[in-house]
């Protein structure tokens, strides 16, 4: 049976259970923007080829917005590649990036313009994320950034 590699177990550190806090940019999915809770519950899938996450914003103790993400490392092209999934109707949603130390970007090309995913991972314990948007690729703008605490 084949075995993961490095590059497949470097993936590890963004397994477990995540909690804090997030601050939303207005944007044209939230015009006002504001403070919202997220928790990331992620694990080791696929004997170690692959890492499940499934994602929960909250705010005032409502539910405003879930995902569900599969993160594999793609030998080939020599990138991490994560399938996302969210409540936002677009269905499958590739990203592809590269570590850079402790710190993931990800980016995507879609139906509604580019994003680009980063997650810095070099303060132990602590997973910063930010996610940015852009119509053209050249001129980003923040949607969210955040900073969740490990919490297992």
Request: hydrophobic share 30%.
């Given at each position: 049976?084949?075995?993961?590699?490095?590059?497949?177990?470097?993936?590890?550190?963004?397994?477990?259970?995540?909690?804090?806090?997030?601050?939303?940019?207005?944007?044209?999915?939230?015009?006002?923007?504001?403070?919202?809770?997220?928790?990331?519950?992620?694990?080791?899938?696929?004997?170690g080829?692959?890492?499940?996450?499934?994602?929960?914003?909250?705010?005032?103790?409502?539910?405003?917005?879930?995902?569900?993400?599969?993160?594999?490392?793609?030998?080939r092209?020599?990138?991490?590649?994560?399938?996302?999934?969210?409540?936002?109707?677009?269905?499958?949603?590739?990203?592809?990036?590269?570590?850079?130390?402790?710190?993931?970007?990800?980016?995507?090309?879609?139906?509604?313009?580019?994003?680009?995913l980063?997650?810095?991972?070099?303060?132990?314990?602590?997973?910063?994320?930010?996610?940015?948007?852009?119509?053209?690729?050249?001129?980003?703008?923040?949607?969210?950034?955040?900073?969740?605490?490990?919490?297992?």
């Amino acid at each position: 049976m084949p075995k993961p590699t490095a590059d497949h177990k470097k993936l590890e550190k963004l397994a477990g259970i995540w909690q804090g806090t997030e601050t939303m940019y207005p944007s044209q999915w939230d015009p006002k923007g504001g403070k919202a809770d997220g928790t990331n519950r992620s694990r080791i899938a696929l004997a170690g080829f692959a890492i499940i996450s499934d994602y929960e914003q909250t705010r005032g103790g409502q539910r405003t917005y879930e995902g569900h993400g599969v993160y594999t490392w793609d030998t080939r092209a020599n990138q991490v590649v994560l399938h996302w999934y969210d409540a936002m109707g677009q269905g499958c949603e590739e990203f592809r990036g590269t570590w850079k130390g402790d710190v993931l970007t990800l980016t995507n090309k879609g139906q509604m313009g580019h994003a680009r995913l980063t997650y810095d991972l070099s303060k132990t314990g602590v997973m910063s994320s930010m996610m940015e948007t852009s119509q053209d690729g050249a001129k980003w703008t923040k949607m969210f950034d955040g900073s969740l605490k490990r919490k297992d």
